[in-house]
């Protein structure tokens, strides 16, 4: 068994990320010890409170969930923001009663005193961060503390797209963001700022950007496939269902989130390749967040402590995180 892993999650509440949580608790080397949710993809304080409603569905207990007060360079569109609001209304959240009780997420908390208290708690053993969001809070977390980088494993990072023959575009609707950058991906472009400050810290990062989580497509057919056959037997894949056919029918929608959570699990479902990567912090909304990548070859002497998933083994992937739900047990 791998050592256990401590670790915070910071997200900004798409359906994705809200099954990222269970994902991560059904890890049998994962321990969540806090959750951060970013105004980002998602309204905070509701977003918290479905956060708190899923832990309460697997009885984990005592840890700390917080909204952050980062603030966006490039905030997401609101039609993007709703997710958590309807998921917050499933009855198998609110375990068939007509109200849960959840304690109120603690507002404006800083990602360093949450960290802090982990490590401290925990023998002074660096954290896990699972970073499903905009870095924004890492950034901030760097400046605020000196030791901060020492208080850290690694950030497993959902975020980032380099432009190429495959993946030709980001993520990024200029129908909707009109005047944004169609090259950029949404957690860069939030704030390319900190994205690019996170990059140079020298933390280690395990980034999975859209050329790779791209390929774990989120149709009907995939859900149908996958998440269906087993719902009846197993609530968290009855809650998947749900959770996912309300984003299955729009174009373009992938796994991305719970594709970087697989990593704290099986990590062997990936190939990473050591690299350089550079964001654009210009002022012209239409190229900001850009990212540049340079992968550094075996034959060079060169050390980075970013390395991007180049593939991911989509059919396991799917078979590893079908069986992980399989596991939860909904009290």
């Keep these: 068994m791998d050592q256990t892993k401590n670790t915070i999650i910071i997200h900004d509440g798409a359906t994705d990320e809200l099954m990222s949580i269970l994902f991560a608790a059904a890890m049998p080397n994962v321990s969540i010890k806090g959750i951060l949710v970013l105004n980002a993809d998602c309204q905070g304080f509701p977003t918290a409170k479905v956060s708190s409603k899923l832990l309460d569905l697997v009885d984990i207990e005592h840890i700390p969930v917080a909204v952050s007060n980062a603030r966006a360079w490039n905030p997401f569109p609101w039609t993007y923001r709703q997710y958590s609001l309807m998921v917050d209304l499933f009855p ?107 990059l140079k810290s020298g933390i280690k990062i395990k980034m999975f950007p859209l050329n790779v989580t791209n390929d774990v497509t989120l149709s009907g057919d995939i859900i149908r496939e996958h998440f269906i056959p087993g719902s009846k037997q197993f609530p968290a894949l009855d809650l998947a269902v749900q959770m996912y056919a309300l984003v299955a029918f729009q174009y373009g929608f992938s796994f991305w ?46 050390e980075s402590s970013i390395e991007i998933a180049s593939t991911i083994n989509v059919n396991k992937f799917y078979e590893y995180y079908v069986d992980q739900l399989k596991t939860l047990k909904f009290k």
């Design 92 to 198: 198998i959240v609110n375990q068939y009663k007509e109200d849960v009780k959840v304690p109120d997420p603690l507002m404006n908390y800083p990602l360093e005193h949450m960290v802090d208290k982990v490590y401290r708690e925990n023998n002074n053993s660096p954290v896990t961060l699972l970073c499903l969001s905009p870095v924004t809070d890492i950034a901030t977390a760097i400046k605020n503390d000196p030791d901060f980088s020492n208080k850290v494993d690694e950030i497993v990072w959902m975020g980032g797209v380099y432009i190429t023959e495959k993946t030709p575009f980001g993520n990024i609707d200029t129908g909707i963001a009109p005047g944004a950058n169609p090259n950029a991906e949404w957690n860069v472009y939030w704030d390319p700022h900190a994205t690019q400050e996170v």
């Design 257 to 302: 989130d719970t594709a970087a959570t697989a990593y704290l699990g099986k990590p062997e479902l990936y190939d990473l390749k050591k690299a350089f990567v550079d964001i654009d912090t210009g002022n012209n909304p239409a190229t900001q967040g850009t990212m540049t990548v340079k992968f550094i070859t075996d034959a060079e002497p060169l």
